[in-house]
């Protein structure tokens, strides 16, 4: 080949590497160098600094009263808003797996995200006329139940009126699916200031549906005006319409995409253009508040697979997606932009996946499909991000997210509990709370202290703490066991990457150890219900380290894993989990030995948390 012709080949290639670079910067893309590594449940990912995981309900069939009152555990795909100072959180539940009949639709609310009430049915059991059948179905429905599916749960109009919404869909067998468009149709009641509830009402029917042949009015024979002028508003949004594309009638005229676009979320930009996000990472930019759409791609950079991804513009005016940046559920992860556009970091959320203890179809590990507040749905007094999502499709958990989004501790730690301000003592802490694992702050013997309350056999309460990256190290903390014939505590030093170098653990034998190797090695025996003093001394370049508790040296050894540097110490009552990894079976078709009871309660006070070079 001649010279002249593998120079115009090698210009035409660097002009079209040039072009899709040109494209890249006009939608969204991620920029970033950060991977996630999917052997990790945190990726390697570094933890964005204060994040609290939060559960909102433990799902529990054999005692249901602890949970939603019904046993049922299958529970997913939650929604949130905030309106009238309250936390709202719609969630989908069936009694055993995905799609597999009775559905119904739950909320729960809360003050504070923190303390959340009992689940209540906002959408109920929707019975299925017998002898109903669908196109190219040979099954035909008997004494079947709707199966829920939405993509949107909440609708705030311009007049404040607050509304909530559902989607009954029919499954007729295993296989068949909700979102088809061959459902029953999308309802819709109110929610008043005082917490209760309008009737419910059919807002759009699926196609051979209609007020004659379902058991709720449609929205226009309402009474109420206001709530009519609120659906028609609703009506007349494309950004809200095109979450129903999956559900509603094939080619219906107010989807403006009615491809397989699936589970819209959104934000605008300061030009008052849209970004739209899809799963599998596609995106799309709207000049006309989502009348039309530039033809949605896949979004340069991002790693997501069939899952949701959520985008926002922040409290301080930059941008955040929220997602899975991998092929599997796992870990949560957020990625910041400037403007909108250009993502340039991806830092973990929560890295955990406890225990599935109730197997069932389509029931993947992991926290996922995560929701935001969206735009119109309110704005938390805190300027945090609060996202939710399932974990394990099982349990309900929120996420709240400080703004401006960091990733490193700017100072040294000098936490005395008891002196700091009330309310922000944890606001440099990054906590995972389980409901019978609870993380936080409470009064012990009249000193306020970090608390870690563990109840329960599948999982554990954890709390982290940044510090400046480090070489070299001392920490000190103060804690309290609850006793030492049960329970366990461990401590340990970790880098960047969440890569624990040495673990101190208050053992159930009553024994102080620390891991050497393979072996622990004894350090002391402690007591229940008496402070201890402990300070580490390490350093990464001979991986050494010394533990003296109340100042005495009480042992020595050398981190169990080499790392470059050190940035957060982690408090954990419960052992490191690496079940699922990528190789294990997708479902789940078995349940875990338990008796739905919580296991003996385990507590640990930390009165104070120091460190310095």
């Given at each position: 080949?001649?010279?002249?012709?593998?120079?115009?080949?090698?210009?035409?290639?660097?002009?079209g590497v040039?072009?899709?670079?040109?494209?890249?910067?006009?939608?969204?893309?991620?920029?970033?160098?950060?991977?996630?590594?999917?052997?990790?449940?945190?990726g390697?990912?570094?933890?964005?600094?204060?994040?609290?995981?939060?559960?909102v309900?433990?799902?529990?069939?054999?005692?249901p009263?602890?949970?939603?009152?019904?046993?049922?555990?299958?529970?997913?795909?939650p929604?949130?808003?905030?309106?009238?100072?309250?936390?709202?959180?719609?969630y989908?539940s069936?009694?055993?797996?995905?799609?597999?009949?009775?559905?119904?639709?739950?909320l729960?609310?809360s003050?504070?995200?923190?303390?959340?009430?009992?689940?209540?049915?906002?959408f109920?059991?929707?019975?299925?006329?017998?002898?109903?059948?669908?196109?190219?179905?040979?099954?035909?429905?008997?004494?079947?139940?709707?199966?829920?599916?939405?993509?949107?749960?909440?609708?705030?109009?311009?007049?404040?009126?607050?509304?909530?919404l559902?989607?009954?869909?029919?499954?007729?067998?295993?296989?068949?699916?909700?979102?088809?468009?061959n459902?029953?149709?999308?309802?819709?009641r109110?929610?008043?200031?005082?917490?209760?509830?309008?009737?419910?009402?059919?807002?759009?029917?699926?196609?051979?549906?209609?007020?004659?042949?379902?058991?709720?009015?449609f929205?226009?024979?309402?009474?109420?005006?206001?709530?009519?002028?609120?659906?028609?508003?609703l009506?007349?949004?494309?950004?809200?319409?095109?979450?129903?594309?999956?559900?509603?009638?094939?080619?219906?005229?107010?989807?403006?995409?009615?491809?397989n676009?699936?589970?819209?979320?959104?934000?605008?930009?300061?030009?008052?253009?849209?970004?739209?996000?899809?799963?599998?990472?596609?995106?799309?930019?709207?000049?006309?508040?989502?009348?039309?759409?530039?033809?949605?791609?896949?979004?340069?950079?991002?790693?997501?697979?069939?899952?949701?991804?959520?985008?926002?513009?922040?409290?301080?005016?930059?941008?955040?997606?929220?997602?899975?940046?991998s092929?599997?559920?796992?870990?949560?992860?957020?990625?910041?932009?400037?403007?909108?556009?250009?993502?340039?970091?991806?830092?973990?959320?929560?890295?955990?996946?406890?225990?599935?203890?109730?197997?069932?179809?389509?029931?993947?590990?992991?926290?996922?499909?995560?929701?935001?507040?969206?735009?119109?749905?309110?704005?938390?007094?805190?300027?945090?991000m609060?996202?939710?999502?399932?974990?394990?499709?099982?349990?309900?958990?929120?996420?709240?997210?400080?703004?401006?989004?960091?990733?490193?501790?700017?100072?040294?730690?000098?936490?005395?509990?008891?002196?700091?301000?009330?309310?922000?003592?944890?606001?440099?802490?990054?906590?995972?709370?389980?409901?019978?694992?609870?993380?936080?702050?409470?009064?012990?013997?009249?000193?306020?202290?970090?608390?870690?309350?563990?109840?329960?056999?599948?999982d554990?309460?954890?709390?982290?703490?940044?510090?400046?990256?480090?070489?070299?190290?001392?920490?000190?903390?103060?804690?309290e066991?609850?006793?030492?014939?049960?329970?366990?505590?461990?401590?340990?030093?970790?880098?960047?990457?969440n890569?624990?170098?040495?673990?101190?653990?208050?053992?159930?034998?009553?024994?102080?150890?620390t891991?050497?190797?393979?072996?622990?090695?004894?350090?002391?025996?402690y007591?229940?219900?008496?402070?201890?003093?402990?300070?580490?001394e390490?350093?990464?370049?001979n991986?050494y380290?010394?533990?003296?508790v109340?100042?005495?040296?009480?042992?020595?050894?050398?981190?169990?894993?080499?790392?470059?540097?050190l940035?957060?110490?982690?408090?954990?009552?419960?052992?490191?989990?690496?079940?699922p990894?990528?190789?294990?079976?997708?479902?789940?078709?078995?349940?875990?030995?338990?008796?739905?009871?919580?296991?003996?309660?385990?507590?640990?006070?930390?009165?104070?948390?120091?460190?310095?070079?």
């Amino acid at each position: 080949m001649k010279y002249s012709t593998i120079y115009k080949i090698g210009l035409i290639c660097l002009l079209g590497v040039g072009q899709v670079f040109s494209l890249a910067q006009n939608q969204v893309h991620y920029s970033g160098k950060t991977l996630n590594n999917p052997d990790y449940h945190h990726g390697q990912l570094s933890p964005a600094l204060g994040v609290h995981n939060v559960q909102v309900m433990r799902a529990n069939r054999e005692f249901p009263g602890l949970a939603d009152g019904f046993g049922w555990t299958y529970n997913h795909a939650p929604m949130l808003a905030y309106w009238n100072n309250v936390f709202y959180l719609e969630y989908l539940s069936d009694s055993v797996g995905e799609h597999v009949p009775p559905g119904q639709t739950l909320l729960v609310t809360s003050k504070d995200g923190y303390s959340w009430v009992k689940p209540m049915v906002v959408f109920p059991k929707y019975k299925v006329p017998d002898g109903t059948t669908q196109e190219g179905e040979t099954a035909v429905a008997k004494d079947l139940y709707a199966v829920m599916h939405q993509r949107i749960g909440f609708y705030t109009t311009d007049d404040q009126r607050f509304l909530i919404l559902g989607y009954y869909g029919i499954c007729l067998n295993p296989k068949d699916g909700p979102n088809d468009g061959n459902g029953i149709g999308r309802v819709a009641r109110e929610i008043f200031k005082d917490g209760s509830f309008g009737p419910i009402y059919f807002i759009l029917y699926n196609h051979s549906w209609n007020e004659k042949n379902t058991d709720y009015p449609f929205f226009a024979k309402s009474k109420d005006k206001g709530f009519v002028k609120a659906c028609n508003q609703l009506l007349a949004d494309p950004l809200q319409t095109q979450q129903w594309n999956e559900e509603s009638d094939r080619n219906d005229p107010l989807i403006s995409l009615n491809d397989n676009y699936k589970a819209l979320s959104y934000y605008h930009l300061p030009d008052g253009s849209v970004v739209g996000l899809w799963k599998n990472a596609l995106t799309a930019i709207s000049n006309n508040e989502g009348k039309t759409w530039s033809v949605p791609q896949r979004a340069p950079g991002f790693v997501n697979s069939n899952a949701k991804i959520w985008g926002q513009r922040t409290s301080d005016g930059h941008y955040a997606t929220v997602y899975n940046p991998s092929d599997f559920r796992w870990p949560l992860a957020i990625s910041v932009s400037d403007d909108g556009l250009d993502y340039k970091n991806l830092l973990l959320v929560n890295g955990e996946i406890p225990t599935m203890r109730y197997g069932g179809s389509y029931k993947s590990y992991g926290p996922q499909y995560v929701r935001g507040i969206q735009e119109r749905d309110g704005k938390p007094a805190d300027g945090k991000m609060w996202v939710t999502y399932s974990m394990n499709k099982e349990d309900i958990w929120i996420s709240s997210i400080p703004v401006p989004v960091k990733s490193i501790a700017e100072s040294q730690v000098q936490d005395v509990f008891n002196e700091l301000p009330e309310g922000k003592e944890l606001d440099n802490w990054n906590i995972y709370s389980p409901v019978w694992a609870k993380v936080g702050v409470e009064k012990h013997l009249g000193q306020k202290c970090l608390s870690l309350q563990d109840k329960d056999e599948f999982d554990f309460a954890m709390a982290t703490r940044l510090f400046p990256l480090s070489e070299k190290i001392k920490v000190e903390f103060t804690v309290e066991p609850g006793q030492n014939d049960h329970g366990t505590l461990f401590v340990e030093l970790q880098n960047e990457k969440n890569t624990a170098a040495l673990r101190l653990i208050f053992d159930a034998d009553g024994k102080l150890k620390t891991k050497a190797g393979y072996r622990p090695k004894n350090l002391l025996n402690y007591q229940a219900n008496r402070k201890y003093n402990v300070r580490i001394e390490a350093q990464t370049s001979n991986r050494y380290f010394e533990v003296f508790v109340d100042d005495k040296n009480v042992g020595n050894g050398l981190f169990f894993a080499p790392v470059a540097s050190l940035q957060q110490i982690v408090f954990r009552t419960g052992e490191i989990r690496r079940f699922p990894n990528v190789d294990t079976p997708t479902d789940q078709d078995f349940d875990v030995k338990q008796d739905g009871k919580q296991a003996q309660e385990a507590n640990y006070w930390i009165s104070s948390v120091k460190t310095w070079n």
